[in-house]
């Protein structure tokens, strides 16, 4: 998903700063959106079913209440951001065209006043995304790359192998 919302929101930007390739770009990204609307779906209802690893030890109690406030946002993002697209395009009185004929159901009227409060919407929601993406990410990445206290094992998919806990002094010179 992380490469999915990395690509919708270049696509975004890319809309708004090339006129000319408004309609390609724009038919790439609403079935994008979907997709992701589609999984981000999938996700929180995994969420609800299975309760998340936990947190790795090296975070502190403020880091853990940070990272799941932060998760919370993003689950919230992925789902209304493409919501306030779809409903956007609708309010345009243009069709969410997904692959050839098949299209999604307008669920708003069509409406120039509507349709202009919910674009700006959908723009500072994509900001919005952005920054948090952005701060989520540096923080995993930080974990992964600086700690080396698994916390992309808890977000995989894949089964990980849990590392057993290493002290301070099981570590060798080499950060292994």
């Known amino acids: 998903m992380a490469v999915m919302v990395i690509t919708m929101l270049f696509i975004g930007v890319a809309m708004v700063v090339s006129p000319t ?3 390609a ?29 936990p947190h790795p030890p090296t975070m502190s109690r403020p880091e853990r209440v940070v990272a799941i406030g932060s998760e919370l946002l993003l689950y919230g993002l992925l789902l209304v951001q ?26 708003l009227p069509a409406d ?12 500072v ?8 993406f952005l701060a989520h990410m540096s923080a995993v990445l930080f974990h992964s790359l600086v700690l080396r206290d698994g916390l992309l094992d808890r977000m995989a998919f894949w089964p990980a192998e849990r590392r057993k806990e290493q002290s301070p002094s ?3 010179a080499d950060g292994t």
């Open 21 to 23: 390739a408004y309609d």
């Open 125 to 132: 929601l994509a900001y919005l995304l952005f920054v948090t």
């Open 25 to 53: 770009l724009r038919s790439v990204h609403r079935p994008l959106g979907v997709a992701v609307l589609v999984l981000a779906v999938v996700r929180v209802v995994n969420r609800f079913l299975h309760r998340p690893p």
């Open 170 to 172: 099981d570590v060798n």
């Open 112 to 123: 120039p006043t509507l349709y202009s409060a919910l674009h700006q919407t959908h723009t």
């Open 82 to 107: 493409p919501l306030v697209g779809w409903a956007m395009t609708s309010a345009a009185g243009t069709p969410v065209a997904l692959f050839g004929s098949l299209r999604l159901p307008r669920i």
